[in-house]
């Protein structure tokens, strides 16, 4: 039971590239998230999706981009990666409200 | 705006001591979640109370929710080493979404 995947799970860019974090999950979960957690915040809401195609915004979404063509993966882009953007990236799913399952975190250094 | 406050963000204690985590909320929430993490991991799912008075245990760790008070605690019993871990709680409005706190440290010591 693999459960969720994110890739790279480490990852140096530099300013101004464009980076995709993938994120594969194998429950056909119906909601997934991603999270980014920075020392001092907690965990805040970029993005979440309640099922293919549907996708919205969370509590800090500008500078990136999600997608949702399938079920079982949950792109995130960041267009133009910026120094702020430095962070540890979580990916997350659940079917009910009762369990969120998270990944393993994607540690990203933008230089 | 919904928020979520922890205190203390940081806890050191001697093994074998109590101690309480406490999580206030800012808005009306059906349920609430007490997760943990270790460094460089993932989050692990501690409890989701679901109503108002519901109290869960598991090991040395028990978490109470006071809907009214729009607060939760989760207590230490009797602390030992491997339960050094950032402590997050986090709570859901209405949707699926979490909105977490900003973290317990705790370290026990010997």
């Known amino acids: 039971d693999a459960g969720i995947t994110q890739s790279p799970r480490y990852k140096i860019t530099e300013t101004g590239r464009q980076v995709t974090l993938m994120c594969h999950q194998t429950?056909?979960?119906?909601?997934m998230f991603w999270y980014r957690q920075d020392l001092g915040h907690g965990l805040r809401l970029i993005y979440y999706s309640a099922a293919a195609d549907i996708t919205d915004k969370g509590e800090v979404p500008d500078g990136y981009v999600v997608s949702r063509s399938k079920t079982e993966n949950f792109p995130l882009t960041l267009e133009s990666a910026t120094r702020s953007q430095t962070s540890v990236y979580f990916c997350?799913?659940?079917?009910?409200?009762?369990?969120?399952?998270f990944g393993e975190g994607s540690w990203l250094t933008v230089v | 705006e919904l928020k979520v406050e922890q205190n203390p963000l940081f806890l050191s204690m001697q093994e074998g001591k109590n101690y309480t985590i406490y999580c206030n909320y800012s808005t009306t929430s059906d349920r609430l979640y007490w997760y943990r993490q270790d460094p460089g991991k993932s989050l692990e799912s501690l409890f989701v109370l679901l109503s108002n008075g519901a109290v869960k245990q598991e090991g040395r760790l028990m978490a109470s929710l006071d809907t009214k008070a729009r607060l939760s605690t989760l207590h230490i019993t009797a602390a030992v080493h491997d339960l050094s871990a950032t402590y997050f709680c986090a709570f859901s409005d209405s949707g699926y979404a979490l909105n977490f706190g900003k973290g317990t440290s705790l370290l026990v010591t010997p």
């Open positions: 429950w056909s979960h119906s909601y």
């Open positions: 997350a799913s659940s079917v009910g409200r009762n369990t969120i399952y």
